[in-house]
């Protein structure tokens, strides 16, 4: 072929003759080509057909059940506690290695059908930091006219970079969460008009202290006639205008107790409040009635929001979950006239504090209790055999308990007592006495659980014939037990 003959020199130096006699060869060599790329393009064709002939399995699912699948990848990948039904919010970071657009990359047809289904796109979260804005375009863009679930992520310059972006959207939104710091670049009333639609809105401050800072009060949420849920983070409330009146659940984290009482005043129809104020006021604030509220969370720090219980009043209080975390020495006495002074039929508290504190709550409880859960902080075992045996013992304690929870529990389970007390509770009742209907008891890793007895494991299966609901969850092994749901070999023990 011509390029092995080793030609050289220019077609300057050839003869006429040399010329011709090169053409000659290119010409070969470009039919030789020709003729080889026929005979390729003749042994490809039979493969294509064969391929194109291949069916899928998957491809020939419906696209609803393809729809379902994609739910659900988007429910493993970004599992978040949500409502039934609910899709989680689709974290930005992650875009090209899980969620819509991953699944959108993987053939035409799964392309097809992701671009489509306007639910995939419509919770999102931008947290990656550097982001230029253009992944979450494409998202707003592919929501269609859903509802819209944002989360500008933690980082104040997000709001700065992203609120431009999304407000054009705002008539949409759904639920609205960011983070701000003195001074706002730009303004978080770049959103002008009515949101209609928005029902939760979380703000959180990053920065300095609020409450003195020269700052315009936010005017954008004030009319959203749809909002109910409000989060506020250090963010004090006098510096953004709500529609207080309407909201329904309230949660103030960092506030003063002056900022926070205003707020309460505000709100006189809050039927869940959850706060963590700090900062002790010097002077007493005006005491505050919240006629609507049926579930109060005191998180991580009772002792901090102590000082505060003596001036709400919550008359319709039904629901009470307290965390006292780090005081040894938590006092219960002013949750106590809370209740009190309340006058509430109080059904249902969560507590996750030290024994001490957990008694003397519950020793103060209105005698309308009856569903408790107990999350054991520092409890020994002969603590809580000591709970149980009163419950035993005392007739008064309690005495319209129904459903008893202790989880995470770290020490050795006196299942002597526990048996007791459910026997006491479930069968030696009169008949207008209430009985226990459900315990469930979950162990957290820690010493090495006993063994529980045949005796034990006999008369527990005797109470569950009785009716009983028993879930007893991370025992050490012992198999055979009919109260042990423990399923996965992860959730037993290690000594």
Sequence with gaps: MGEASGHSNTPLDFTNSQLRDRLAEIDFDIEELQAKIQRLQTARKPIVDALDAIVYPILTLPTEIIS????????????????????????????????????????????CIAVNMPSLWCRVRED????????????????????????????PTQTTRLLPIVAPYSPRWRTFKCSLRHPISIPIDTVSGRILLLRDLDIRWDGPGSRDLEMTPITAFSDAPELRNVEL???????ILLPWAQLTHLILHGQNFADGIEALRLTPNLEELCIDLHSPPDVAPKSVTLNHVQKLVLPDEYEWVADLLPYITLPRLDTLDITSKYAEDADAEPLITLLQRSHCALRSISLHSNYEFAISALDGTPGSLGTISIRPMHWTS????????????????????????????????????????LSFRRCDRGDNETRIESFRLERSAGVADKVPSAAVEDKLRSLMDDGLDIRIKRLEKSKGLPFNNNDDSEDSDEE
């Design 128 to 155: 990656s930091f550097l982001a230029d804005g253009k992944l979450l375009t494409c998202w707003l863009q592919r929501a269609g006219g859903q509802m819209l679930h944002l989360d500008l992520g933690p980082d």
């Design 233 to 239: 983070h250090h963010f004090p409330p006098q510096r």
């Design 68 to 111: 379902e699948i994609f739910k659900q990848h988007l429910n493993h990948i970004f599992d978040t506690q949500l409502e039934e039904n609910q899709l989680p919010l689709v974290n930005l970071r992650h875009a090209k290695s899980a969620g819509p657009l991953f699944l959108s990359h993987v053939c035409r047809a799964w392309r």
């Design 382 to 421: 002969r603590e809580l055999a000591q709970f149980f045996t009163r419950l035993t013992s005392d007739s008064t304690f309690l005495p319209k308990l129904r459903c008893l929870e202790v989880l995470q529990c770290t020490m050795v389970i006196p299942y002597t007592e526990l048996v007791e007390m």
